[in-house]
């Protein structure tokens, strides 16, 4: 690997650590998702274990185990109360769906009175998961609050494990993507 990419690496994995690191105890094993994209968009190059070095501060920290994961659970969540003209994006938000690879699980979920209503399971079927989006209720929706319903989707999501993601829409100008650790219950 290159000395360019494995710092970008390091940079990321730095960040995603001490992030983590600060959350619990130094002998606690801390479980983070890394996610390597080759130069404009190309297959990033294969990452080992001795290709990334993790510190805190300026302690050297061990990385206990490296694994590629190729299943991932992504999940589009979406406000029930925003405005209906956000639905002008969907043809963007399918053509996002659809450029899944195979091994990605999508589900289609819409926030609406502090709780997550299940629209499309999470299937492999990206063009299934794609047919699931509809308009808001926008202001004719009751209470929502994107916080609650976020917190009652990572309550359901699948178990330990297995990537997963979320893809929350906030508003019509702002989508904001939640990356879970793997071992988030």
């Known amino acids: 690997m290159s000395k360019q990419g494995t710092g970008i690496l390091l940079a990321a994995a730095l960040a995603v650590a001490s992030f983590a690191a600060t959350a619990?105890?130094?002998?606690?094993?801390?479980t983070?998702?890394?996610?390597?994209?080759?130069?404009?968009?190309?297959?990033?190059?294969?990452?080992?274990?001795?290709?990334?070095?993790?510190?805190?501060?300026?302690?050297?920290?061990?990385?206990?185990?490296?694994?590629?994961?190729?299943?991932?659970f992504l999940a589009v969540?979406?406000?029930?109360?925003?405005?209906?003209?956000?639905?002008?994006?969907w043809n963007d938000l399918k053509a996002f769906m659809m450029a899944q690879p195979p091994t990605t699980y999508i589900g289609v979920f819409y926030g609406r009175n502090g709780a997550a209503m299940v629209a499309q399971d999470f299937t492999k079927d990206h063009a299934v998961a794609a047919k699931a989006l509809r308009i808001p209720f926008g202001?004719?929706?009751?209470?929502?609050?994107?916080?609650?319903?976020?917190?009652?989707?990572?309550?359901?999501?699948?178990?330990?494990?297995?990537?997963?993601?979320?893809?929350?829409?906030?508003?019509?100008?702002?989508?904001?993507?939640v990356r879970l650790p793997a071992n988030t219950s």
């Open 77 to 89: 969540l979406i406000d029930d109360s925003l405005d209906q003209n956000i639905s002008l994006q």
């Open 139 to 177: 202001g004719f929706g009751a209470f929502s609050s994107p916080y609650l319903e976020l917190q009652d989707l990572i309550k359901r999501l699948p178990g330990a494990g297995e990537r997963r993601s979320i893809v929350l829409t906030i508003s019509s100008t702002v989508v904001t993507s």
């Open 24 to 30: 619990v105890r130094a002998t606690e094993p801390v």
């Open 32 to 72: 983070t998702t890394v996610t390597a994209v080759g130069k404009k968009n190309t297959q990033p190059p294969p990452i080992k274990k001795d290709d990334v070095e993790l510190y805190k501060g300026k302690e050297r920290l061990q990385v206990a185990d490296w694994r590629k994961g190729e299943t991932l």
